[in-house]
């Protein structure tokens, strides 16, 4: 079993976007896939079903480990699903060893070897995000080129440091992809060399682009390389397939 975090302390990002493709792309690859929503929005979620059922997000943090209740929601025989419910935004308030909990109940699940585990986080520092880069081997990073994103890229990277060496020996950090990137920006453009020059290889070699293609296959419920139409999908479907192909590739 792999657990992947997708995670940014700043919404608007494309963190679902990238969650849920990431969830298409493991099931065309004939392996279970465990999405588990931790976002009080419950975007991840509802791209699938629209009533939540079985076992639910809030009960990773208030449940004891070996007392958990409860199936993931069966989406189809490969999908299951742990969604954000109501309760999800109160873990915020709860004791400090709350955090340490969704990992063990995770772990604990009578899940095939192979199964992918994918958490969508919320966009802020607290107790859901820690507890997602606690709970995972890998931790990948959306960030929109704009400078309200860019400046949470440091705190956000401290933090992750900060859980591999207290927490989480064994999370990989795969690093920062650049998401919603306008080719044709010339900030966008000078920005994107900066940060390659800046991080390294800390930022991957792959980007998205900006396309309307992306929203609308999401609003259809289906990834966006499927039935894409004109240059300006194919070439999203292109990037959005490269791009969780490169994320699968690097997990531990």
Known sequence: MQIVAIANQKGGVGKSTLAVHLAWLALEQARPVLLVDLDGQANSSRTFVDEFTGLLASSLFTEEPGCLTG?????SEQLSLIPADM???DVEGLELDSIERPAAHLRALPLAPE???????PPTLGRRLLSALIAADAVVSPVALNGYSIQGI?????????VIRR?????????LLANMVNSRSATHTRMLAEL??????????????HRVAISDAIDNGRPVWQHSRGESAQRAAQEMRGVCTAILEKLP
């Open 196 to 209: 390659r020059q800046a991080l390294g290889d800390k930022l991957l070699p792959v980007t998205l682009g």
């Open 87 to 89: 309760a999800i935004n």
């Open 115 to 121: 199964t992918l585990v994918i958490i969508d986080t």
């Open 167 to 175: 927490f989480n020996p064994r999370l990989k950090n795969i690093g």
């Open 154 to 162: 440091t705190d956000l990277q401290k933090t992750i440091q900060t």
């Open 71 to 75: 199936s993931p929601q069966a989406i």
